[in-house]
């Protein structure tokens, strides 16, 4: 079964700095996806950056960029330039394709903190 | 283009009472999921449906918990005899055919009391 770790329940960074969030996952699949999700104290969730794991090339949205070790089955967020408005939980998402869908298996979260 | 939307927001039952849940996807959308989230904890699997088929419903408690996504209407999670357990906030997604990501409402928050 396909699991997903978040080992980091709680961080803290400055404001401007940068600050990596950790997940590793666990799957026999070769073909997947991978997520970062923010949910702030709103609850909605909202999708921050996805990785196809065919693809080498690490991906890139703006601040947020993310580190992918297919082999160590290892999937980071790096947020730069860290914002007051980044403050929120943080979900690494793992999802397999099958019957044209799939569902999403989460972390944990960590809860990020941004300090003025 | 509304986006997923979930009603109602909040709900309030007593204990034994039944809890009904809607979800209308995003426009286009075919495929919808529901996820449960305890406090303090991350998104659960549920159950995934296509119009008129449960496709996967490994998450689903076997018993007291069913749900619907009929040809005409939203999907419906159901919760019968509800219990002190059963409060959470329920998040619906949708996503197209072979999309790779899931588009989120914005959660039904259940309180059992």
């Known amino acids: 079964a396909q699991t997903v770790t978040q080992s980091q329940p709680e961080m803290s960074v400055q404001e401007a700095e940068t600050v990596t969030l950790s997940c590793t996952y666990d799957t026999s699949e070769s073909d997947y996806y991978l997520f970062w999700y923010k949910q702030p104290p709103s609850r909605q969730m909202i999708l921050v950056i996805r990785?196809?794991?065919?693809?080498?090339q690490n991906a890139t949205e703006n601040r947020f960029s993310v580190n992918f070790q297919k082999a160590a089955k290892s999937f980071s967020l790096k947020i730069s330039d860290s914002q007051l408005g980044d403050a929120a939980m943080y979900f690494c998402?793992?999802?397999?394709?099958?019957?044209?869908?799939?569902?999403?298996?989460f972390g944990q979260g960590t809860e990020l903190s941004v300090k003025p | 283009n509304a986006g997923v939307m979930q009603n109602p927001r909040h709900l309030v039952r007593r204990r034994g009472q039944e809890a009904r849940l809607r979800c209308s996807p995003m426009k286009g959308h075919s495929h919808v999921y529901w996820y449960r989230q305890l406090p303090e904890e991350g998104l659960k699997f549920m159950v995934y449906l296509q119009k008129e088929n449960i496709i996967d419903e490994s998450g689903m408690p076997k018993e007291r918990f069913s749900a619907e996504f009929p040809k005409e209407g939203p999907s419906i999670l159901r919760i019968q005899q509800v219990v002190r357990g059963d409060s959470a906030a329920y998040f619906c997604a949708s996503s197209p055919p072979l999309g790779s990501g899931h588009t989120f409402g914005s959660g039904t928050r259940l309180t059992v009391v």
């Open positions: 998402a793992y999802r397999f394709l099958y019957n044209q869908g799939g569902k999403l298996i």
């Open positions: 990785q196809e794991a065919y693809k080498q």
